[in-house]
């Protein structure tokens, strides 16, 4: 139990008693204290309020009496389960309603939980719980009075070296550990960029169509964004260069083009990069899921290539471990290292340190790059079931764009079929996709769907193909 606002006036001339019997009964009619809750005991109570037991034992009985509270033998007081709803409703404000739900409750973002073809899930049944929890609880044990104080806000050296060393071998990033910044996954340092680089009416461009969380994060603080066509190389970078210099930062998910899966081309990487350096203006690269790469060797990183340093890179463990573990990192040019260092300790200070812990050493004892071995083959044969799928429940139906890399699978709905309705109607059936027309700012040019298959076993893949045949024949 929680302790109890419960102010008293010793000089109002009400009895303490009857202060603690209309303190308790506002806090339950007005919702502060809700049906089920547990309420303190007498004595615990007693002593937070400075009062001998006496008055707190009157008044909770009398509380008992008109059935506002509750006695559990063995277990304690609690606010009555089942208070009449009129009661409630008598004294209710709207605020208080709207807290204890007899509003709409608050949407919940993950509407599609965790369906089958559910997006941006990793196979989380593969996890290696045994090590993770070990390594947790090591780092539990251990926290030592300094790191259960304020933290870098920078985030954990062990944890930036380990990244930075990753970093370089796995995708040819050029940085030092100094460079790195451990944030809460890819969406807020995307959000931190936004701040640092960004001003109101300052304009960035992004993909058409692009993530829908970089589009929300990047225009948060007021910038407008200018979104340009993707094609089989990536982002135009000549509709950029008709912009001229007006245009601050591009956002590019350069490895995996989110979501129709392409690779940028070195052509258009060099040609973005020439852009960057003559306007002096930013690249924000995504690198979300470039770790899986199925028909031919992940590409370095765009921020590898730059000799100009106008690169701000960003990366996450939501798909390599899972979204829940909220670690991210950027690597900043030492140019803006001081003032993405500010920007990050003036929102939130710094990144919960028993996690970070526990990570730099998850990598450092090579587990990582253990758990991303294995997961290359078990996402290969995910993506081959999905594929296999396809091709024999809904062939008719719709074409494969892309399944060369990541956890989704982009496929595009024959003519007549309107991406919006059938992904309604898959809802229906228990299955959760997204439509490629939500990834557009403007008119969307395709109908599709987007497929994600890292988070379903191969065998629930396939069955959601046929259940997703079924869907597509009835729609069309
Ligand atoms: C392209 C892209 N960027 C960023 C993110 C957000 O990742 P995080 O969980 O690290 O905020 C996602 C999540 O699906 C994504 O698909």
Redesign the pocket.
């Known amino acids: 139990m929680t302790t109890l606002h419960l102010p008293l006036d010793r000089s109002s001339g009400t009895p303490i008693l009857r202060q603690i019997y209309q303190g308790l009964r506002r806090a339950i009619l007005d919702g502060r204290l809700r049906p089920g809750q547990r309420v303190p005991s007498t004595r615990a109570l007693a002593g937070e309020l400075g009062v001998s037991r006496l008055p707190v034992l009157c008044a909770y009985d009398q509380l008992l009496h008109e059935g506002y509270l509750e006695g559990r033998t063995g277990s304690g007081t609690f606010v009555s389960a089942a208070l009449p709803d009129d009661l409630l409703r008598s004294a209710i404000t709207p605020v208080a309603a709207a807290r204890r739900g007899h509003s709409s409750p608050p949407r919940a973002r993950d509407e599609g939980g965790l369906g089958p073809f559910r997006?941006?899930l990793p196979a989380l049944d593969q996890f290696p719980h045994t090590v993770w929890a070990r390594l947790v609880a090591r780092h539990a044990h251990g926290l030592t009075h300094a790191q259960m104080a304020y933290g870098d806000p920078a985030g954990q050296v062990p944890l930036r070296e380990a990244v930075a060393e990753h970093l370089r071998a796995a995708r040819a990033v050029r940085c030092e550990a100094e460079q790195v910044l451990i944030v809460s996954?890819?969406?807020?340092?995307?959000r931190l960029a936004t701040a640092v680089l960004l001003e109101r009416g300052s304009r960035v461009a992004v993909e058409e169509p692009c993530?829908p969380?970089?589009r929300a994060a990047l225009g948060a603080n007021g910038a407008e964004l200018v979104s340009l066509p993707v094609d089989d190389e990536g982002l135009s970078v000549g509709s950029l260069r008709k912009r001229g210099g007006r245009v601050r930062a591009a956002y590019v998910?350069p490895s995996h083009q989110?979501p129709l899966g392409v690779s940028m081309t070195a052509a258009r990487r060099f040609a973005l990069l020439d852009w960057a350096f003559h306007h002096r203006a930013w690249v924000l690269e995504?690198d979300?899921?470039s770790e899986y790469r199925y028909v031919s060797r992940p590409l370095g990183a765009l921020q590898g290539m730059d000799a100009h340093e106008r690169v701000i890179y960003i990366g996450?463990?939501?798909?390599v471990l899972f979204?829940a573990v909220?670690v991210?990192y950027l690597v900043v040019p030492p140019s803006l290292w001081q003032r993405f260092v500010d920007a990050r300790e003036a929102f939130d200070l710094f990144s919960p340190t028993l996690y970070q812990l526990a990570l730099a050493e998850f990598l450092r004892e090579g587990h990582f790059a253990r758990h991303l071995r294995r997961m290359r083959g078990v996402y290969l044969e995910r993506r081959d079931a999905l594929l296999a799928g396809l091709a024999r429940h809904c062939g008719d139906r719709l074409t494969v764009h892309n399944a060369d890399a990541g956890l989704h699978v982009a496929v595009l709905l024959a003519a007549g079929l309107d991406d919006s309705d059938v992904v309604r109607r898959m809802a229906a059936r228990g299955l959760t996709a997204t439509a490629l027309s939500t990834c557009y700012a403007g008119k969307a040019r395709r109908s599709g769907l987007l497929l994600g298959f890292g988070g379903s076993t191969e065998r629930r893949l396939l069955d959601a193909t046929r259940v997703l045949g079924e869907v597509l024949r009835a729609s069309a």
């Not at 996954?185 to 995307?190: M, R």
């Not at 996450?316 to 798909?319: L, M």
């Open positions: 997006m941006s996954g890819s969406q807020a340092a995307l993530y969380g970089a998910t989110y995504d979300y899921d996450t463990f939501s798909k979204p909220r991210g």
